[in-house]
Each structure stands twice: as structure tokens, then as C-alpha cells.
């Protein structure tokens, strides 16, 4: 038992979920893969926006047809769509194939992620473990970065056998299907109560979102923490793969490992990084629980966490115009380690602001914002770094999202805390 929940075999299996969902072979190399095959970074960030803004418009009639076809149903669709984008990857050698693929990919993650948050949530409640949500969803989400530190050293191992990226697509298909197999064998509960779809339903959820983002923006309490949360999930999107060209550019400059080549060497040393990267970030989302209790009110570690993760960014990209390539990739650890430490606590915060009735739309407000974000954030990075440098991108990007996040820390009214046990 940890902080009055069971580790029974639910427990277990929303774990493993996160742990196959997350044995995504190709992020360690997504961005070399695409500079490999002649894209620019203002292209490579288009595709990131193609990617949120699909999965930003198609998450919002999610929830509906989730109801009328069922969540487990649904789900499993979203690993069909995923497999669909791996295959289209591998074979794909131009920009608007690659966009095709990419859409394939956010359908995949439109019909998963917010319907699975609302599985767990509601598991939760069901089981009367409603207050326990920053320390539960800290747990599934560390068997997930754990899933991620693997899926880096297995990805690593197959580009240094095979020399080639598009193998890690095709290998990715493998784990997605243990997790559609995981997936069905969930309560039938959870299908939730069957509707019928209309497109009555349809439009209605399209008129939810703009009502709920409305309802934020009337209700500080709630606005603040949900910008908050969108907006360093969204950079952090945008950011954390470039992470990779740097390490390339370590492997290469690095007298260890002198007798592999090039391409060799990057394999090795990116499978290390995200390895032990992934590993403390694992680390980091179990223990949000504790770091949220180290300040007086949730309110002020979301603040400190956001002004160390764009600090980070700052910081990296000095490095990386110093040609300190090593505090370079000691940013980016923090970078992700400051995500997964912000997003239970601020999952929370939003839910507690939250009446339950609401609870769907406002989580559907807060995925489309950091899409948003996101889609926003993307291109500009690579449109600096076209002209200029990766360096002098997320330099300048994180300097500007230090002053608008002054703008929009969470608060919380004096002596009062919003309850997330």
C-alpha cells in the first residue's frame, strides 16, 4: 500500500500500459531521423505542429465516441493508428508523406491519452481514492518513464547493429500490440456508460471545449495552473529533442569510444543519456508527491519548477554556443525531469478546481492548450535554428517564456490549499 491505495492488479496493469505506450523506439532518434533524410528544423517543426494540431481537434470528439464505442474499444483503435505511422515512417522519404504519417500518429494519441487519464480517474473514484491522485498518477507515470529509459537503450542497440532508423519504426509495432492485448483485458467497467453517437453529440463537444476554456478564464483559480501546465508541457514538446544533434555533436568531439564511427558512437552515447535520463525522470514523477510537499501550497512548486525548467533552457543554449556541449545535456535531464515532477501536481491542482461534471471538458481544455502551445512553439524553434543555431533558438525561446511565465503562475488564496493528499 502506498498513500492509502492498493497496488492490486489494476494497479498493475494501468502501470504496464505506461511502460508499452512509452517503448517507443524511435523518439531517442526521431529528430536525426528526419535531419537524416534532408529535412530542415522549420520543417521538422511544422511536422510537430501538423502533430498537435490533429490530435488538439480530433481528442475533442474522443470522449464522445469513446462513449458510443466504448473506452477500451477506442483505445485499441489508437494503436492501430500508431501502427499505421510506423509503417508510414519507415517507408516515408519526403516532407508531405512524412506530414501523412505524422497525422496517422496524433490520431493515434487523440483516441489515447484523454480517455485513458479519465479511465484512471475514474477507477479512482470508483475505489474511493479520489484524494489520491498526485501520488497514483506519479506511480503509473514512473513505470512510463521507465518504459522510455528502456525503449532508449533497445533503440540504441538496434541503430548500432543495424546502422539504419527506419528498423526502430517497424520494431515499435511490437510493444503497441501487447498493449492493445493489455487494454481489452481492463474492467468492462471502465467501457463507461454506452451512448449513441450523433452529430448533435458531436457539435455539443466542440461547444464544451470553448465552454470550459471560458469557464477557466473566468475562474483565476483555475486559469493559472492550467497555463502553467500547458504552457511548459508545450515547450517541453517542442525542446526536448534537441537534445539529440547536440549529443551527436558530443559523440563525434569525444575521444571515448574512439574505435566505433560516428554514427556508432552517437548510438551509444544517446542510448546511454536517455537511459539515465529517463531513470531519474522515472525517479522524479514518483516523488511529485514529495517534492509538492516541501512548499507550503502546490501554487509555489509550481512556480519554482517552471522558472527551473525554463532557466534550464537558458542555460543550455549558452552551453551550446560555448561548444559545452556536456551542460548542454545536463539541461535537457532537468528539462525533463521538471515535467514530470509539474504534471501530477498540476493535473491535480486543475481537478481540485474542477467540479466532477466538469472534470472531461476542462481536461480536454488543458490537452488542447498545450497542444496549442506546442504547435505555437515548434516552428519557432526551428525557424531560429535554421537561420541562426539550435543554441540561439532555445536560448531565445526559453528567455521569452521566462517573462510570459511570470504572467501566469499559479496562485492560491491565502491559507487555503487545494487537496491533493
Known amino acids: 500500500m502506498s498513500g492509502g491505495f492498493k497496488k492490486n492488479l489494476q494497479y498493475y496493469k494501468f502501470c504496464l500500459y505506461g511502460f508499452f505506450k512509452n517503448l517507443r523506439f524511435f523518439e531517442a532518434f526521431l529528430l536525426l531521423f528526419f535531419l537524416d ?4 528544423y522549420l520543417e521538422i517543426g511544422l511536422l510537430y505542429t501538423i502533430r498537435e494540431v490533429v490530435k488538439a481537434v480530433m481528442e475533442i470528439p474522443s470522449g464522445i465516441i469513446a462513449d458510443a464505442f466504448g473506452r477500451r474499444k477506442v483505445l485499441i483503435s489508437s494503436f492501430f493508428f500508431y501502427i499505421i505511422s510506423f509503417l508510414g515512417f519507415s517507408f516515408s522519404g519526403n516532407f508531405i508523406l512524412f506530414a501523412f504519417s505524422m497525422s496517422f500518429f496524433s490520431l493515434g494519441d487523440a483516441f489515447r491519452t484523454g480517455v485513458h487519464k479519465a479511465m484512471i480517474f475514474n477507477y479512482l473514484k470508483v475505489n474511493n481514492w479520489a484524494d489520491q491522485k498526485v501520488d497514483y498518477y506519479g506511480h503509473t507515470r514512473s513505470w ?9 537503450a533497445i533503440a540504441a542497440l538496434i541503430v548500432f547493429i543495424t546502422g539504419a532508423y527506419n528498423t526502430i519504426f517497424l520494431l515499435a509495432i511490437i510493444p503497441y500490440l501487447i498493449d492493445a492485448v493489455l487494454i481489452w483485458s481492463y474492467p468492462k467497467f471502465l467501457d463507461g456508460e454506452k451512448t449513441k453517437l450523433d452529430k448533435s453529440k458531436l457539435i455539443m ?8 476554456l471560458k469557464l477557466s478564464m473566468k475562474k483565476p483559480a483555475l486559469l493559472k495552473p492550467l497555463i502553467s501546465l500547458s504552457l511548459y508541457t508545450g515547450y517541453y514538446k517542442s525542446v526536448k529533442d534537441y537534445v539529440q544533434p547536440i549529443i551527436k555533436t558530443l559523440a563525434i568531439s569525444t575521444p571515448f569510444f574512439a574505435y566505433l564511427n560516428n554514427e556508432k558512437k552517437t548510438a551509444v552515447i544517446i542510448g546511454i543519456f536517455y537511459f539515465i535520463a529517463y531513470i531519474l525522470t522515472s525517479i522524479a514523477s514518483k516523488n511529485a508527491y514529495g517534492f509538492n510537499k516541501l512548499f507550503s501550497n502546490p501554487s509555489k512548486a509550481m512556480k519554482i519548477s517552471i522558472l527551473i525548467g525554463f532557466m534550464s533552457g537558458v542555460i543550455i543554449g549558452l552551453a551550446f554556443i560555448e561548444q559545452y556541449y556536456l551542460a548542454s545535456v545536463i539541461g535537457f535531464v532537468i528539462i525533463l525531469m521538471v515535467e514530470n515532477i509539474r504534471k501530477p501536481i498540476g493535473i491535480s491542482m486543475v481537478a481540485d478546481n474542477t467540479k466532477d461534471k466538469a472534470m472531461a471538458t476542462i481536461l480536454s481544455v488543458e490537452s488542447q492548450t498545450k497542444s496549442l502551445f506546442a504547435a505555437v512553439i515548434a516552428p519557432v524553434l526551428g525557424f531560429i535554428a535554421d537561420f ?9 525561446v ?15 488564496k491565502k491559507n487555503t490549499q487545494p487537496q491533493i493528499n
Open 37 to 40: 533524410k534532408g529535412l530542415t
Open 144 to 152: 512510463s518513464q521507465a518504459g522510455s529509459a528502456i525503449s532508449a
Open 205 to 212: 463537444a466542440f461547444k464544451e471545449v470553448f465552454s470550459g
Open 388 to 396: 541562426y543555431s539550435p543554441g540561439i533558438s532555445i536560448l531565445t
Open 398 to 412: 526559453s528567455g521569452l517564456l521566462i517573462i510570459i511565465s511570470i504572467f501566469v503562475r499559479p496562485k492560491n
